[in-house]
């Protein structure tokens, strides 16, 4: 697997002059279609007249809860002064963004690293008065999305006949279960609408931890057989499910950076890009440029984003990846109750001159 270089694109966000004078934040909630109360916390950094936002995706509640107190009380150790947008990501390195306690567990360090590291692109691009197309000289391109959803308890087919009888050519990512059923399957299947199974093989403690069973892994690979298959965990015991299959295995849930894409137990020929799961701008982006070097088709992927993430990870897709089965349809697709019409994927986008700072 050949080396990842600081990317063009990084090199010329780096240099973007910086002032960061201090902080204020907002705090979101919402039900969700798989059965739990989502809570981000959204920073907004101010400097030189202007402010940019980036969110926090951490997905314990205790761990905004803490930051709140936090944030009211004055300590929570932002760098401020003036920088360089590399200089600053540099004193983020020693900086504890869960000061009192916390995390409730370790991929939460990245994520409110991005919600900051977010917030401060946003804010130096519009200090500098530009945007993420024109700094790179790229263009903005409709993203395409599926629209991600579980199937409750009993699984059915319910919640997709619900989103379809909506957006009749929605395509679907679906995290099956051991527990879903052949017919389900052959149900599933029949309505070609299923682009991505997550399998959630790399999930611990979670509430959707998936065991690694290769009958159950050999009735998903076989029963989708034109899907992506995410997130696999690669056992002597599963291995055998995926032989002649890899060029379809995607992987998500590991990937923080290059040296966990140099882990996989093959390199890779899909990868889901969660912007938030890297942490830092320079890791995103290394990621990337790697992967499109190397033939390694993208789609971007959603963290039930409440506010200003999910329009960010819709603009790293419209630049990079925006053809691929980008789990980042509208946050209104993760709402319980529906409402009557929902948005029809591509996603457009804006134009190039009336777009400023960073996400859509």
């Given at each position: 697997m050949t080396d990842s270089?600081?990317?063009?694109?990084?090199?010329?966000?780096?240099?973007?002059?910086?002032?960061?004078?201090?902080?204020?934040?907002?705090?979101?909630e919402q039900d969700t279609s798989s059965?739990?109360?989502?809570?981000?916390?959204?920073?907004?950094?101010?400097?030189?007249?202007?402010?940019?936002?980036?969110?926090?995706?951490?997905?314990?509640?205790?761990?905004?809860?803490?930051?709140?107190?936090?944030?009211?009380?004055?300590?929570?150790?932002?760098?401020?002064?003036?920088?360089?947008?590399?200089?600053?990501?540099?004193?983020?390195?020693?900086?504890?963004?869960?000061?009192?306690?916390?995390?409730?567990?370790?991929?939460?360090?990245?994520?409110?690293?991005?919600?900051?590291?977010?917030a401060a692109l946003d804010l130096a691009l519009r200090q500098n008065d530009t945007n993420l197309?024109?700094?790179?000289?790229?263009?903005?391109?409709?993203v395409r999305f599926v629209a991600s959803t579980r199937l409750g308890e009993p699984p059915s087919a319910d919640r997709v006949d619900e989103v379809r009888s909506r957006n009749p050519q929605i395509g679907f990512k679906l995290d099956p279960t051991p527990d879903w059923s052949d017919d389900l399957i052959d149900d599933l299947r029949a309505r070609d609408a299923v682009r991505v199974v997550d399998l959630k093989g790399h999930y611990e403690g979670t509430d959707v931890d998936a065991d690694a069973d290769p009958e159950f892994y050999r009735r998903i690979v076989e029963g989708f057989p034109d899907a992506v298959v995410e997130d696999p965990l690669v056992t002597e015991e599963t291995g055998p499910v995926f032989e002649g299959e890899e060029g379809r295995v995607s992987w998500d849930s590991p990937i923080h950076g290059m040296d966990d894409v140099r882990a996989l137990p093959w390199e890779p020929s899909w990868l889901n890009v969660k912007p938030s799961r890297f942490g830092s701008v320079e890791s995103l982006l290394r990621t990337v440029r790697w992967a499109l070097d190397n033939g390694v088709t993208l789609y971007g992927g959603g963290q039930f984003e409440l506010s200003v993430g999910r329009g960010q990870a819709q603009e790293i897709a419209s630049l990079f990846y925006p053809d691929g089965p980008n789990d980042l349809a509208p946050s209104v697709y993760n709402e319980a109750s529906l409402p009557p019409e929902l948005p029809r994927s591509p996603i457009a986008v804006p134009v190039r001159g009336d777009h400023d700072g960073f996400g859509f």
């Open positions: 270089p600081v990317p063009a694109e990084y090199r010329a966000i780096a240099a973007l002059p910086l002032t960061v004078e201090g902080i204020d934040y907002d705090q979101f059965g739990f109360t989502r809570v981000t916390t959204v920073f907004e950094l101010r400097g030189d007249g202007a402010s940019g936002r980036g969110e926090d995706v951490t997905y314990d509640t205790e761990d905004h809860e803490r930051l709140a107190s936090a944030l009211d009380a004055g300590e929570f150790p932002l760098p401020t002064g003036s920088f360089t947008f590399a200089e600053f990501s540099s004193a983020l390195d020693t900086v504890d963004l869960f000061p009192g306690a916390g995390p409730e567990r370790e991929d939460s360090i990245d994520y409110r690293r991005w919600a900051v590291e977010s197309p024109g700094l790179l000289d790229r263009e903005h391109q409709p």
